[in-house]
């Protein structure tokens, strides 16, 4: 198993310009979310899945969009790129089920800055 | 919102010596998770914890759910070069949510 997979690694956006930033998962995990990770804030919550077709937002979920159409990929896309959005942002997938629903294996991050 | 405070927020030990870390929540969580980063890489989970007063080992590493649910700890044992990294704590109260800790960042000297 590849296990939780992001791309880019890297990117560099000017303000305004839109992107996706891509994430998989081949462990079958029904729920999967999306972090930015910012100095001394350790990891927010942008947006969350907890199945196909089931989204909800997470707690700084402005500037973001998501969807769920397989339970595989979770993309999160920036609409028009701010410089504060410039972080790292981590993908993290688990099981639901109630003897393990939060034991979260992430993803190795993309680093975005905006200028 | 709910908040955790994580304490220290860095610690720099000899290697050999113990660590340990905390976590304080101004609500009851219902789960406690402990993560570790290492530098240019995603958290991968330490130890998770469900239930108040439980105590899990994980090699050199202990973690405790507190029994009024507000609290957790993680301790290292005879720590080694390769602790080194960035710890998190993690809660989950009555949502789908995990809320993180802000991190205690550890460097071990030999």
């Known amino acids: 198993n590849a296990g939780v997979t992001q791309t880019p690694k890297f990117q560099v956006l000017k303000t305004g310009q839109s992107m996706t930033l891509q994430c998989a998962q081949d462990?079958?995990?029904?729920?999967m979310s999306w972090y930015r990770q910012d100095p001394g804030m350790g990891l927010r919550l942008i947006h969350y899945?907890?199945?196909?077709?089931?989204?909800d937002q997470g707690e700084v979920p402005n500037g973001y969009n998501v969807s769920r159409s397989t339970t595989e990929d979770f993309p999160l896309r920036l609409l028009s790129a701010a410089p504060s959005q410039t972080s790292v942002y981590f993908c993290?997938?688990?099981?639901?089920?109630?003897?393990?629903?939060?034991?979260?294996?992430f993803g190795p991050g993309t680093r975005l800055t905006v200028t | 919102g709910q908040q955790l405070n994580q304490s220290p927020q860095s610690m720099f030990i000899q290697e050999g010596e113990d660590v340990s870390m905390n976590c304080t929540s101004s609500?009851?969580?219902?789960?406690w998770l402990w993560y570790k980063q290492d530098p240019g890489e995603g958290p991968v989970l330490l130890i998770a914890?469900?239930?108040?007063?439980e105590l899990t080992s994980n090699g050199r590493l202990t973690a405790q759910f507190g029994i009024t649910r507000k609290d957790s700890f993680l301790n290292i044992s005879a720590s080694i070069p390769s602790d080194v990294g960035i710890y998190f704590c993690?809660?989950?109260?009555?949502?789908?949510?995990?809320?993180f800790g802000t991190g205690t960042r550890l460097q071990v000297f030999p």
């Open positions: 609500s009851i969580f219902n789960t």
């Open positions: 914890l469900y239930k108040a007063g």
């Open positions: 993690a809660g989950q109260s009555n949502t789908d949510k995990l809320i």
């Open positions: 899945s907890v199945g196909a077709g089931i989204t």
């Open positions: 462990m079958n995990h029904e729920y």
């Open positions: 993290a997938s688990s099981y639901s089920d109630t003897e393990s629903p939060y034991e979260q294996y």
